[in-house]
C-alpha cells in the first residue's frame, strides 16, 4: 500500500450531513505519521514517559501470550529483577 493511499476519511463538520460543504479529510499513512510526530512534540516530558510506559505494557501484555515474541519480555523481566535485587 503505497504512503499516499487513504488509510480512512473523516467529516470536519459537526452538522454533516446537513452541511453540503462539508470538508472531508483524507488521513494516509504519510499524513498520520507527521501527525503522530507533531503530537508527540507537543507533550509533556511526563506526557510522553505515561504514555511510553502504557503503550509498552499493552505490548509486553500481548507477547508474553504467544512463544515468539516472549523473549522480549523475559529480558525485561530479567533486567528489573537483576536491577532490584
Not at 493511499?5 to 499524513?31: C, G, I, K, M, N
Not at 509498552?56 to 537483576?82: G, N, P
Amino acid at each position: 500500500m503505497s504512503r499516499t493511499t487513504p488509510l480512512f476519511e473523516y467529516v470536519e463538520s459537526h452538522h454533516h450531513p446537513l452541511d453540503p460543504d462539508a470538508r472531508t479529510v483524507a488521513v494516509t499513512a504519510e499524513l498520520l505519521e507527521e501527525s503522530v510526530a507533531y503530537y508527540l512534540e507537543n507533550l509533556s516530558a511526563r506526557e510522553r514517559s505515561d504514555m511510553l510506559s502504557d503503550y509498552l505494557y499493552e505490548e509486553s501484555y500481548d507477547k508474553s501470550t504467544t512463544d515468539a515474541d516472549r523473549q522480549f519480555v523475559i529480558s525485561m523481566v530479567q533486567d528489573y529483577i537483576r536491577d532490584h535485587e
